[in-house]
C-alpha cells in the first residue's frame, strides 16, 4: 500500500478521482483500502499498477500473486 499512497499524494483531488475511475474503481474505495488494507482483486491492482505507469507497485499491492517486489541496490 506504500506505492499507493506516495502515487495519491502527487496527485490533486480531481486526478485522484479521474485515476481511480480509469482503474475501474472510486477514490473513496481506494482511501477505504488505505486505512483499512483489505486484499485488493488482483485485476484491479494491475489496472492500479498500469494507469499510474509502474509507479504504483503490483508486487506492492499482491506479493501473493505478482511476487515480491525486486530490491533495488544503491549504486
Given at each position: 500500500?506504500?506505492?499507493?499512497?506516495a502515487?495519491?499524494?502527487?496527485?490533486?483531488?480531481?486526478?485522484?478521482a479521474?485515476?481511480?475511475?480509469q482503474?475501474g474503481?472510486?477514490?473513496g474505495?481506494?482511501?477505504?483500502?488505505?486505512?483499512?488494507?483489505?486484499r485488493?482483486?488482483g485485476a484491479?491492482?494491475?489496472r492500479?499498477?498500469e494507469?499510474?505507469?509502474?509507479?504504483?507497485?503490483r508486487?506492492d499491492?499482491?506479493?501473493?500473486?505478482?511476487?515480491?517486489?525486486?530490491?533495488?541496490k544503491?549504486?
Open positions: 500500500m506504500k506505492t499507493l499512497r502515487y495519491l499524494s502527487t496527485l490533486s483531488t480531481i486526478d485522484q479521474a485515476y481511480a475511475k482503474c474503481t472510486t477514490i474505495y481506494l482511501r477505504k483500502a488505505l486505512s483499512t488494507k483489505p485488493l482483486d484491479l491492482v494491475r492500479l499498477d494507469e499510474s505507469g509502474g509507479q504504483v507497485s508486487q499491492l499482491r506479493p501473493d500473486i505478482f511476487g515480491e517486489p525486486s530490491k533495488k544503491a549504486a
